[in-house]
């Protein structure tokens, strides 16, 4: 990777006048933070500040199906800096239903206007699961099935992202009995990469990060055999939380309010879904709304809704199954080999010890025989 | 004379051998019953997460000294095996890639040790002083230091190497797994089935955790079912989990003559370090039936010191003959 050499001060003043009020110092440490969190050099900082100030910003079309605006709230609750503003002028949202300014005909000509101006450079997020039962009526914008806007969409993205647990795996809507037909947009987008960013709602730091190592360097960042990004979900919860230390002394809290519980014990008996669920919660938090704010860090378990198959799958109270064993974690074998072997030093020992009873051995047996034989010899003489 | 020393002793071990080799179950004492008010534990190792808690819970309960062993960084306690300063250990089966639990090829299980309270103890059989005791009633086996001698023979004795004792203590004690008695007398549960979250160790009576047992082998892998937490019946809730595929067969129903701790697993006992391909009646079974039969009424110690006191008579005539002999020549000779 080139390393970046750090501009002048002047060339970040141009940074100010595109920041819609947004200081240069907090838009500074913002791209900073976003650098730290894909893992890149202090340096890099520098090029997604210019790549998130640049005039040629990003198209952004945003698609909402079966979903209830969570996602969408939570990145507009980030504050730092309020990414309200940041992320309506680092890229350039074309098409959001929540956020959009014209309404409409108006918005959905936009839409395709961009669709078209754009093809093969823009960005299309997803968020919301997508109904497929009875050709996808349960879910309709500008009166055709969200499933056509979806697979419209993609033949001309760059790069799609599912954001929530619902355009992930299907989420809530999925959830048994499913009367939609609620899928994930990878199931809708089979042909297509589709970069997963789970939660309910996810963190927007993930999303904002992903978005912005595109920007900056026109890549998707690494992902897992799901398809998340592996900077924020590839370890368990379980491994990072702050409560680890009473599970490894077997500290539990047993029912809401105990002694335990508001000793701040580990709450896996409680149901959390630590144990079973990756994400990056214990490290940046839920939602960035402040220190220890996140399920575990309030005293509830976690209940693992960045996970397929646990968050709206399983219940709230129901035990974690075991991922797999976890650093700090360590086990004794089932038959742990005892001492250490044969060292030079005990082997000459024995050896040494072994050679002096042979040699007394040999010269005692020799002076037995030869006095046993002298005696037989003499009683010999006297019979005779 | 007669019978010469060599053919003596051949005679007799041929004796000896012939009857240890007839039959095995011929000089067998009867296996020992299972209490009906006996006190057990379930170990099922697919609920087990390796947490520990069982092992913490039990130090605290029974006031043992951390223990810091292997090759592990001494920041907590790490035994890796019973010893004079832990009851109880989890330990961890691995195999290949250890990728998923409860596999027996490229998987993981864990594996809870401690005093397995054996129907028929051999550690109680080779106490010679009693200080190994099984309770009649509980039948949990208890070790009372203020008799032991210190002879480790219930050490040697254990087919499952429980009992421990504390070598680094000049006056070092027998310790052992009591199951928790003092917290049981308290009409509490012991410590590890207490504490364990997922009820991977069970506390109940034992043919109450037998049925247990056998209902969990039935289950239909992959099902939703309940499984108890703390004690069979007791207060705590149980909880939901999808059942998992079983080993058909509960360790400790017949193995050795039965413990009052049985394991339930997904990978094959002897992987988790049981002794597997054992008798179904415990070792004192055979060694107190031969010792017993030996020394019955005192009868074959009484024939041989019978037989030997005749040899030696005899043998003492005769050489009472010879020495006289002998005696008369040593005379000459110094006369000469």
């Not at chain 2, 969990?216 to 989990?241: N, S």
Request: hydrophobic letters at 35%.
């Amino acid at each position: 990777m080139a390393t970046i050499k750090p501009q002048a001060d002047t060339h970040l003043d141009e940074f100010v006048g595109s920041l819609g009020g947004v200081s240069r110092r907090s838009f500074l440490k913002f791209c900073a933070g976003v650098a730290a969190t894909i893992g890149l050099p202090a340096g890099m900082a520098w090029r997604i500040a210019e790549a998130a100030s640049s005039p040629h910003r990003l198209p952004v079309i945003w698609l909402s199906a079966q979903e209830c605006t969570g996602c969408t709230e939570s990145l507009l609750r980030s504050t730092h800096p309020t990414l309200e503003q940041l992320i309506l002028d680092a890229i350039s949202l074309d098409y959001h239903e929540t956020l959009s300014a014209g309404a409409g005909h108006q918005a959905e000509a936009y839409k395709q206007h961009s669709l078209q101006e754009n093809k093969g450079k823009y960005v299309l997020v997803v968020d919301g699961s997508i109904p497929l039962k009875d050709g996808g009526i349960y879910c309709k914008v500008a009166n055709r099935p969200i499933v056509d806007h979806v697979r419209e969409a993609a033949e001309g993205a760059a790069a799609i992202i599912a954001i929530g647990s619902c355009a992930s795996w299907g989420g809530i809507p999925s959830s048994s009995p499913n009367p939609t037909g609620a899928t994930r947009v990878s199931e809708v987008l089979k042909d297509r990469a589709v970069v997963n960013i789970p939660g309910c709602p996810p963190n927007p730091y993930n999303f904002l990060t992903t978005v912005l190592q595109f920007l900056a360097f026109n890549s998707l960042p690494e992902l897992d055999s799901k398809n998340r990004p592996k900077f924020a979900y590839d370890r368990l919860i379980h491994e990072n939380c702050e409560r680890r230390p009473h599970f490894d002394a077997g500290r539990f809290a047993v029912t809401f309010g105990d002694e335990g519980h508001r000793q701040g014990w580990c709450l896996y008996k409680l149901g959390c879904k630590g144990p079973e669920t990756y994400a990056n919660c214990p490290s940046i938090l839920f939602g960035d709304v402040g220190s220890g704010a996140w399920p575990v860090g309030c005293g509830h378990p976690c209940f693992g809704c960045s996970e397929e198959g646990i968050g709206f799958t399983k219940s709230i109270h129901q035990l974690a199954q075991l991922r797999n064993v976890t650093p700090p974690a360590a086990y004794p074998n089932i038959s742990e080999p005892v001492g250490q072997g044969i060292t030079p030093g005990s082997a000459a020992l024995v050896a040494g010890i072994t050679g002096v009873v042979l040699g007394a051995g040999a010269v005692a047996t020799s002076r037995l025989g030869s006095s046993s034989d002298n005696a037989s010899a003499d009683s010999n003489d006297e019979h005779d | 004379m007669a019978l010469n020393r060599r053919d003596f002793l051949k005679a007799s071990a041929a004796g000896m051998g012939g009857a240890l080799a007839a039959d095995v179950h011929a000089v067998q004492r009867e296996p020992k019953k299972l209490s009906p008010d006996a006190v057990g534990m379930l170990y099922d190792s697919t609920l087990c997460i390796g947490c520990k808690a069982c092992m913490s819970a039990c130090k605290q309960a029974n006031g043992m000294p951390p223990e810091v062993a292997g090759q592990m960084e001494p920041i907590w306690d790490t035994p890796l095996e019973t010893s004079g300063r832990t009851l109880n250990v989890i330990k961890l089966y691995q195999n290949g890639s250890a990728d998923q639990k409860d596999r027996d090829i490229d998987g993981y299980a864990f594996m809870k040790r401690h005093c397995m309270h054996c129907v028929d103890p051999s550690c109680v059989s080779a106490c010679p002083v009693s200080a190994m005791t099984k309770d009649p009633s509980s039948g949990i086996v208890e070790h009372h230091p203020d008799r032991c001698i210190g002879c480790r023979y219930c050490v040697y004795s254990c087919p499952f190497g429980i009992p421990k004792y504390e070598y680094d203590d000049p006056f070092g004690q027998i310790q052992k797994c009591e199951f928790c008695s003092h917290l049981q007398a308290e009409g509490k549960v012991p410590a590890c089935c207490d504490v364990c979250p997922t009820g991977a160790s069970l506390f109940g009576r034992v043919d109450d955790l037998q049925r247990e047992a056998r209902r969990r082998l039935q289950m239909q892998p992959g099902d939703e079912v309940e499984f108890p937490r703390g004690k069979l019946g007791g207060g705590q809730p149980g909880h939901l989990a999808p059942a998992p595929e079983y080993i058909q067969a509960v360790y400790g129903e017949k193995e050795l003559g039965g413990t009052q701790i049985l394991y339930l697993s997904a990978v094959p006992f002897d992987r988790l370090g049981l002794p597997v391909n054992v008798p179904d009646v415990g070792y004192p079974a055979i060694s107190e039936g031969i010792q017993h039969m030996l020394y019955k009424w005192m009868l074959i110690p009484a024939l041989l010191l019978a037989g030997l006191t005749y040899v030696v008579q005899r043998n003492i005539r005769a050489a009472g003959h010879d020495s006289d002999t002998t005696s008369d020549k040593t005379s000459d000779e110094e006369q000469s």
